[in-house]
């Protein structure tokens, strides 16, 4: 195997395909990186929970296939001088010229390297920027428990036109709906998929202008499996099993009141604020007429205390909330304006942005339950 490759694309293909490389490969050769010279370079890593794999434009000289230690080779890649890269094998060795600088690298057993998963039928495409940016929006809501598998995924219902995904740790919960472009106008499935590989995924495979979702129904090709591919790179990985919670049965239908308060400036001031908040302690909000009061610390401790213009419907509220969870919704809305629908201080408030015509439904919503103030 021969070819020469101009070093960045060699750089951002290998650290794309390395994300897929287990920290710690059960069996030596899952740590390796599959290279196939043809026409084209194909790297591909797989450690049976996620296959990625990308293709890029080479010189190729002759064709070939090895495998070699992944991490060292990201490596490596990172660290060439900004010159092509000539890449060579011989019997156990792979070399990597560029420029003055040369590596030998040891070549692992090729033929024990499982076959990657093939790919489940198309089911559609959608833009791959807003697609990263509605992952982003839910994947913050799932939760980091792995005992609890079940909450740690993102929960994507496809049904027609419309995607829909939806997250939770108990404490929040997030969902958004996007378009897309469907195979079929009556297409309809749903997953569970883990939350930080479909947040990996979603943000690496922005550089083509659209992700394609392939998905399967029971008894089809790659069964138990979801994949992406865009501007060359295709990444699988196995869905989770379990039922997720009838999450839309938890977003109220009806509130008792209605906030607006800029969201640069709430933002600003909910940091302050927690500067003086103990992990576990909340921040507490109170809604008048004109304004919100924001409080945290309590007794002998460090106290804050800041107000804000806001517009509140209906009655005076008080309400508090853990002030990471607050931030971590405040961040994704993606409006000027940030919308708090509550019920009452003790049930969970809805967190959105203005939406552009009133009535409206937005698309994103985050509800968070409110943490219970003594007295």
Not at 73 to 97: F, Y
Not at 98 to 107: H, N, Q, R
Not at 217 to 227: H, K, L, N, Q, R
Request: negative net charge.
């Amino acid at each position: 195997m021969k070819f020469r490759i101009d070093r960045d694309a060699l750089a951002d293909a290998v650290a794309w395909t390395a994300r897929s490389l287990p920290q710690r490969p059960p069996v030596p050769v899952l740590g390796g990186m599959h290279l196939e010279a043809g026409d084209r370079l194909k790297l591909s890593a797989f450690d049976y929970e996620v296959s990625a794999q990308v293709t890029t434009d080479i010189d190729a000289e002759e064709p070939g296939t090895v495998l070699v230690p992944g991490r060292l080779l990201a490596d490596i890649s990172r660290a060439l001088p900004p010159h092509p890269v000539e890449v060579t094998a011989d019997g156990s060795k792979v070399m990597l010229r560029c420029g003055s600088a040369k590596f030998t690298l040891p070549t692992m057993p090729v033929e024990d390297y499982p076959s990657l998963p093939e790919m489940p039928p198309a089911a559609g495409s959608v833009g791959s920027d807003e697609f990263a940016v509605a992952v982003n929006q839910v994947a913050i809501a799932a939760g980091k428990d792995d005992t609890i598998p079940m909450l740690t995924g993102v929960r994507v219902e496809i049904d027609g036109e419309t995607v829909t995904l939806a997250s939770t740790d108990r404490y929040r919960l997030a969902v958004r709906e996007l378009q897309w472009k469907p195979e079929r106008p009556d297409f309809s499935a749903a997953a569970l998929v883990p939350a930080r590989t479909l947040a990996d995924t979603a943000k690496s495979l922005t550089s083509g202008a659209e992700v394609e979702v392939a998905l399967g129904g029971a008894g089809s090709t790659g069964e138990g499996m979801i994949g992406f591919s865009g501007g060359g790179r295709r990444t699988t990985t196995r869905l989770l099993d379990g039922d997720f919670v009838k999450y839309r049965s938890l977003l109220p239908t009806e509130y008792a009141g209605m906030a607006e308060v800029q969201t640069g400036p709430f933002i600003e001031a909910v940091k302050r604020v927690s500067l003086v908040a103990e992990r576990n302690t909340p921040v507490r909000l109170a809604f008048s007429q004109g304004e919100v009061v924001l409080e945290a610390g309590t007794g002998d401790e460090a106290q804050a205390v800041e107000a804000l213009e806001a517009t509140l419907e209906g009655e005076d509220i008080n309400i508090a909330f853990n002030h990471g969870f607050l931030l971590d919704g405040l961040s994704q809305i993606g409006s000027d304006v940030a919308r708090l629908s509550f019920t009452t201080p003790t049930k969970p408030a809805v967190l959105t942005g203005k939406p552009p015509e009133e009535g409206a439904t937005p698309s994103y919503r985050y509800l968070i339950m409110p943490v219970r103030l003594s007295g």
